[in-house]
């Protein structure tokens, strides 16, 4: 869960499970009620959790609607979300390792989520994602994800852990990519979306919220180090509703 979410009391401390699901369960309650508030809530039949991990919120949302799928790349990831499930059939997770999400119809799904996940693809495969997941909505359906913006400080880690990468693997990778808004509001007209809403200050829980212990002189120098390390993203939450002609 380390892997997902830093954890409460610092990255030596291993997560609760029950703190862990906790954090989705606020995260999808602050959404729906967000939804239901300012624009309108989607069915409850089917929802899917692009980018599930070990099911954070596809937990919580199978407490909400009646399907639900949790679609990841990582077997590893799977099989810890599979081994903590409590919905039974009704939360269902799918292993995907394609660009596309070709498991799903057009037109299948009324609610969509993808937290933390878009920013560890390029952009133009972020993009393509947030065009299959505009596809696989029905009309009015909602997507909700998480993709950050324009880089707003520039760290050493990336480059670093690049250069590693590129000696170890022979494959340059990166941390975090950002797309500018303007073009992630192309490809939500392009898929059909209709932009609701582009937020800066959603409060999902990313388990910011948990004091924990007071870290020691170490780790609070890791953090400050992490911090100026590593390159910094205005962080954007997209609302978007699915337009156009029902599949
Ligand atoms: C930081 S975790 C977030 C997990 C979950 N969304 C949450 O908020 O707890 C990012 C997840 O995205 C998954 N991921 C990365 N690239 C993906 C892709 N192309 N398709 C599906 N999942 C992907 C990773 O395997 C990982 O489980």
Redo the contacts with the bound molecule.
Sequence with gaps: MGF??PSPGGRHEQWDAEAFFAT?RRSIETILTHLATYHHGPDRSVAL?????PG??TQALADCFAQVYG????PS?LTAARALNRHGDRCRYLL?QTDDLRAFADGSVDFVVS???LQ??RPPCALGYVREMLRVLRKRGILVFFLPGRRVRRGWAPFVIATYNRIRYGAYTTLNYGVDPSEVAKALEAGGGRLLERSGTLPLDRGQQFPGRRPGVLERVWRGATLVLTDQFEGWIYVVERDGSPA
């Design positions: 997902v979410l989705g959790d692009f980018g599930c991990g954070r919120l679609v990841d790349v990582a990831m995907n937290d933390i996940v560890h693809l």
